[in-house]
């Protein structure tokens, strides 16, 4: 792993940790409403500002992190799961099943993401889960076209044979034998997509979709601080700020991975 | 070449069906009644009847489709619940702001993510080359709505030099279009880059040089022009992805096109807008993605007609 990308791995962490721990690091609670501090720029007791109700930005900085982190990775996770059960079965009993789940993948990808990520979200309720789901209606799709690829070279190769000649089933063979050998490239297909998840729930809470207030998540943080942009932009840098740096560190890393395992020619598709 | 494009024409029919579906069954399924939003909670069941018999809802939901399919057919999108204006033409009069911006947005990242490309490229691993990279990968990783809020605090509430919102003119145009290009400009850069580089260790390359063309021509010429057709794969897909940033970058900058009125009919439940807009924005997308297929044909004779490449 090159310098930049130990960075951006650190950088994770960090922020990661900082995130989760923010209950034992941040002193005032995300949505304290303190009246006698409203709109502070940043200083020692309160070291991003307050927002227009007083409240402590670094602690919703970090608490709203905690949920946008959360789910830009379980989506991912959620969209890899999909896509590797899609793409496995697409790919290893191919004929009319993989006609169909292909013709899906095609359907999906012709919509611009956001535009179907939007549809699928006013589907529910606004929420958390809400995002998560609309995340992975999207996103699933390209993992399963990169697995099934995968999968597609990997059917008719001899360790296959040979297991089939030693009379394991479909089952044995796909989870076994096959399942294994997609795991690191799904792996790393995640880690280069999570930048790119965190950038659109970011663009799905600030369209107001997802967690509702009180509750703070970066994007809707950036929605409801963005009339103060003027009088106060602390309240609206700070929640940016977070998000590109995090974004900006996944897709260092996925730049990283990328180079890595390019030697390997299914992963041009990545 | 023909063949070619008319295997594309014809795939596009079930994905347009595909496409209407799943708009369609979206859209069925969003929570809360249009009819009460209309007329309030409080309207007489005689007036709710009658609504619903004039926007068709009181049919079962295969009929509504199949309407909604014929309409379509006839050049139709129905009406806006609220406006009651005709959603085609509305779509119509708010779609050269949206083609206007995306344009502007174009102008700006094309010749310049080229270029950059090009230098990051020919100067690999030195200084201008590590920035030029880290600055597209900033560039994919800040959301636009944020990096619109931000040049609209430095060039509007501050130094003043343009309006922060509204849609008119170049002045208009300016920020809403620069914030649109980033993205864009970023991919653009990245794909340059690799793209020049792997062309630049290929054999005609070196034969140009050993031929004595002259450098500025071997760069210009023979590694550009053969680099250009992943570029132009990537630009096609840019272009559609506008339509993603336009949703954003449009409510940010209250700029009047397709972006906002699709967040309009959403916020109102306003079905055929929203289903109109999905459709259109959607198709559009499908035909650039049509057209960067064929301009691929042109530049890169190597794209065997079946569609495979190389």
């Given at each position: 792993m090159g310098l930049s990308g130990k960075i951006s791995c650190f950088l994770i962490l960090l922020i990661f940790t900082v995130c989760l721990l923010s209950p034992y690091i941040v002193s005032s609670r995300p949505d304290s409403i303190d009246l006698d501090s409203l709109k502070q720029p940043p200083s020692m007791k309160h070291l991003f500002g307050t927002d227009n109700k007083g409240r402590d930005i670094l602690s919703r900085v970090l608490y709203g992190g905690r949920i946008s982190i959360s789910i830009a990775v379980l989506a991912a996770l959620i969209s890899m799961t999909i896509g590797l059960v899609i793409g496995l079965m697409s790919g290893y009993f191919g004929g009319k099943l993989d006609t169909f789940f292909m013709a899906l993948v095609d359907l999906v990808l012709a919509f611009p993401s956001l535009l179907l990520a939007i549809g699928v979200s006013v589907l529910f309720p606004p929420g958390v889960y809400t995002v998560m789901i609309a995340l992975s209606a999207v996103g699933w799709a390209s993992f399963a076209r990169l697995i099934r690829g995968q999968v597609f070279s990997l059917r008719e190769a001899s360790f296959i044979e040979a297991a089939k000649a030693a009379g394991c089933g479909n089952a044995r063979i796909l989870l076994v034998h096959i399942l294994p050998q997609c795991i690191p490239l799904a792996f790393v297909m995640t880690g280069l997509k999570l930048g790119g998840y965190i950038i659109t729930e970011a663009g799905l809470s600030f369209l107001g979709l997802g967690a509702q207030p009180p509750t703070a998540t970066w994007g809707s943080m950036i929605s409801a601080n963005r009339v103060f942009i003027s009088s106060a932009p602390w309240m609206v840098l700070a929640p940016g700020i977070l998000i590109a740096i995090t974004a900006l560190s996944f897709n260092v890393l996925g730049d990283d991975l990328r180079e890595k395992y390019a030697v390997n020619k299914s992963s041009r598709v990545l | 070449m023909k063949g070619y494009v008319l295997k594309k024409i014809i795939l596009l029919f079930p994905l347009l069906f595909g496409i209407t579906l799943i708009t369609f069954t979206l859209t069925k399924a969003l929570p809360g009644d249009p009819v009460y939003s209309m007329v309030g909670e409080r309207a007489s069941p005689q007036t709710l009847e009658k609504i619903r018999k004039e926007i068709g809802a009181d049919k079962g939901v295969v009929q509504q489709y199949f309407g909604y399919v014929s309409l379509l057919l006839t050049g139709e999108m129905g009406r806006s619940?609220?406006?009651?204006?005709?959603v085609l033409a509305e779509i119509t009069a708010k779609l050269p702001n949206t083609l206007k911006l995306a344009a502007g947005a174009m102008c700006l990242a094309v010749p310049l993510g080229i270029l950059l490309g090009l230098i990051s490229a020919l100067k690999k691993n030195t200084a201008a080359d590590r920035m030029i990279t880290f600055f597209s990968v900033a560039g994919v990783s800040v959301p636009v709505f944020w990096s619109g809020l931000v040049l609209m605090l430095l060039f509007s509430l501050k130094l003043r030099l343009l309006p922060p919102s509204g849609t008119g003119d170049l002045r208009y145009l300016l920020l809403p279009a620069l914030t649109l290009s980033l993205p864009a400009l970023a991919s653009i850069v990245r794909v340059t880059r690799v793209s020049v580089l792997e062309v630049m260790d290929m054999q005609f390359v070196r034969t140009a040089r050993a031929k004595g063309i002259k450098e500025s021509r071997v760069n210009g010429v023979h590694i550009l022009k053969n680099a250009m057709v992943p570029v132009v794969t990537v630009i096609g897909l840019e272009f559609g992805s506008y339509l993603n940033g336009a949703v954003l970058t449009e409510t940010i900058f209250g700029w009047d096109g397709i972006g906002r009125f699709t967040m309009e009919g959403i916020m109102k439940r306003d079905y055929p807008v929203i289903m109109g807009c999905i459709i259109v924005g959607t198709l559009i997308f499908v035909l650039i993605n049509l057209l960067v297929d064929v301009m691929y044909y042109y530049l890169d004779p190597r794209v065997r007609v079946d569609g495979t490449e190389r």
């Amino acid at each position: 792993m090159g310098l930049s990308g130990k960075i951006s791995c650190f950088l994770i962490l960090l922020i990661f940790t900082v995130c989760l721990l923010s209950p034992y690091i941040v002193s005032s609670r995300p949505d304290s409403i303190d009246l006698d501090s409203l709109k502070q720029p940043p200083s020692m007791k309160h070291l991003f500002g307050t927002d227009n109700k007083g409240r402590d930005i670094l602690s919703r900085v970090l608490y709203g992190g905690r949920i946008s982190i959360s789910i830009a990775v379980l989506a991912a996770l959620i969209s890899m799961t999909i896509g590797l059960v899609i793409g496995l079965m697409s790919g290893y009993f191919g004929g009319k099943l993989d006609t169909f789940f292909m013709a899906l993948v095609d359907l999906v990808l012709a919509f611009p993401s956001l535009l179907l990520a939007i549809g699928v979200s006013v589907l529910f309720p606004p929420g958390v889960y809400t995002v998560m789901i609309a995340l992975s209606a999207v996103g699933w799709a390209s993992f399963a076209r990169l697995i099934r690829g995968q999968v597609f070279s990997l059917r008719e190769a001899s360790f296959i044979e040979a297991a089939k000649a030693a009379g394991c089933g479909n089952a044995r063979i796909l989870l076994v034998h096959i399942l294994p050998q997609c795991i690191p490239l799904a792996f790393v297909m995640t880690g280069l997509k999570l930048g790119g998840y965190i950038i659109t729930e970011a663009g799905l809470s600030f369209l107001g979709l997802g967690a509702q207030p009180p509750t703070a998540t970066w994007g809707s943080m950036i929605s409801a601080n963005r009339v103060f942009i003027s009088s106060a932009p602390w309240m609206v840098l700070a929640p940016g700020i977070l998000i590109a740096i995090t974004a900006l560190s996944f897709n260092v890393l996925g730049d990283d991975l990328r180079e890595k395992y390019a030697v390997n020619k299914s992963s041009r598709v990545l | 070449m023909k063949g070619y494009v008319l295997k594309k024409i014809i795939l596009l029919f079930p994905l347009l069906f595909g496409i209407t579906l799943i708009t369609f069954t979206l859209t069925k399924a969003l929570p809360g009644d249009p009819v009460y939003s209309m007329v309030g909670e409080r309207a007489s069941p005689q007036t709710l009847e009658k609504i619903r018999k004039e926007i068709g809802a009181d049919k079962g939901v295969v009929q509504q489709y199949f309407g909604y399919v014929s309409l379509l057919l006839t050049g139709e999108m129905g009406r806006s619940y609220y406006t009651n204006r005709k959603v085609l033409a509305e779509i119509t009069a708010k779609l050269p702001n949206t083609l206007k911006l995306a344009a502007g947005a174009m102008c700006l990242a094309v010749p310049l993510g080229i270029l950059l490309g090009l230098i990051s490229a020919l100067k690999k691993n030195t200084a201008a080359d590590r920035m030029i990279t880290f600055f597209s990968v900033a560039g994919v990783s800040v959301p636009v709505f944020w990096s619109g809020l931000v040049l609209m605090l430095l060039f509007s509430l501050k130094l003043r030099l343009l309006p922060p919102s509204g849609t008119g003119d170049l002045r208009y145009l300016l920020l809403p279009a620069l914030t649109l290009s980033l993205p864009a400009l970023a991919s653009i850069v990245r794909v340059t880059r690799v793209s020049v580089l792997e062309v630049m260790d290929m054999q005609f390359v070196r034969t140009a040089r050993a031929k004595g063309i002259k450098e500025s021509r071997v760069n210009g010429v023979h590694i550009l022009k053969n680099a250009m057709v992943p570029v132009v794969t990537v630009i096609g897909l840019e272009f559609g992805s506008y339509l993603n940033g336009a949703v954003l970058t449009e409510t940010i900058f209250g700029w009047d096109g397709i972006g906002r009125f699709t967040m309009e009919g959403i916020m109102k439940r306003d079905y055929p807008v929203i289903m109109g807009c999905i459709i259109v924005g959607t198709l559009i997308f499908v035909l650039i993605n049509l057209l960067v297929d064929v301009m691929y044909y042109y530049l890169d004779p190597r794209v065997r007609v079946d569609g495979t490449e190389r």
